[in-house]
């Protein structure tokens, strides 16, 4: 099916630890981004990229690390996962208006 | 700063009635504005957009208006459905000096409509 799909859609990890959420679209959009939604802030952008192999930070970056080495996919990477990080991920893809994968809810522990 | 704001957390109107929801922008260079609804544990989804040389776009039930003057849109949603309960996002491209555009979004306002 054509679409947008975020793995996994939950994900409960420890303090410190390495986590890589995964997004994967079948479009071949140029553009792919990486929001997060925390209560009261809406949708924060951490990273986004305009193509393949170009990546550029959003407002709130710190503590994040993306790829994309192929067109279809923009993993994101907790490099020492910490309980700010605590929240709904969303990965979207853009051509017109964006298209939202379903998140992925990441607790920190 | 945020570019894009929605200074109404939660709004609450009866079935049938009207749901105005607001957005206020400061960047003056946005030119495109989308809405976004989304439902609990789904991702956001498209609504409807205006572009700058209107002030107004309507798709059946749903009709955005924009000031530019005052950098003000508002959504509208007539007749209002049980259906339409919702958090709706306004957003904007913002194109960047190299040419590449990252959309920034609102804080959003939590609709619930009444029966």
């Known amino acids: 099916d054509a679409g947008i799909t975020q793995s996994p859609r939950y994900k409960i990890t420890e303090t410190g630890r390495q986590v890589t959420l995964m997004c994967h679209q079948t479009?071949?959009?140029?553009?792919m981004f990486w929001y997060r939604q925390d209560l009261g802030h809406g949708l924060r952008l951490i990273y986004y990229?305009?193509?393949?192999?170009?990546?550029d930070k959003g407002e709130v970056p710190d503590g994040y690390v993306v790829s994309r080495s192929k067109t279809e996919n923009f993993p994101l990477t907790l490099e020492s996962a910490t309980r700010s990080q605590t929240s709904v991920y969303f990965c979207?893809?853009?051509?017109?208006?964006?298209?939202f994968g379903q998140g992925t809810r990441l607790t920190v522990v | 700063d945020q570019q894009v704001k929605q200074n109404s957390p939660s709004l609450s109107v009866q079935e049938g009635r009207i749901s105005i929801l607001n957005c206020d922008y400061t960047?003056?260079?946005?030119?495109?504005f989308l809405w976004y609804k989304k439902y609990p544990a789904e991702g956001p989804t498209f609504l409807i957009s205006?572009?700058?040389?209107?002030d107004k776009n309507e798709d059946g039930r749903f009709t955005v208006f924009l000031n530019k003057s005052a950098k003000h849109l508002s959504l509208h949603i007539v007749p209002s459905q049980p259906g339409d309960s919702a958090v709706y996002f306004c957003?904007?491209?913002?194109?960047?000096?190299?040419?590449?555009?990252?959309?920034?979004f609102g804080q959003g306002t939590r609709l619930t409509i009444n029966p």
């Open positions: 979207a893809s853009r051509h017109g208006e964006a298209f």
């Open positions: 479009w071949s959009h140029s553009y």
């Open positions: 990229s305009a193509a393949a192999d170009i990546t």
């Open positions: 960047n003056s260079m946005f030119d495109y």
């Open positions: 205006i572009s700058s040389i209107k």
């Open positions: 957003a904007a491209p913002e194109t960047l000096i190299q040419g590449a555009q990252k959309l920034v």
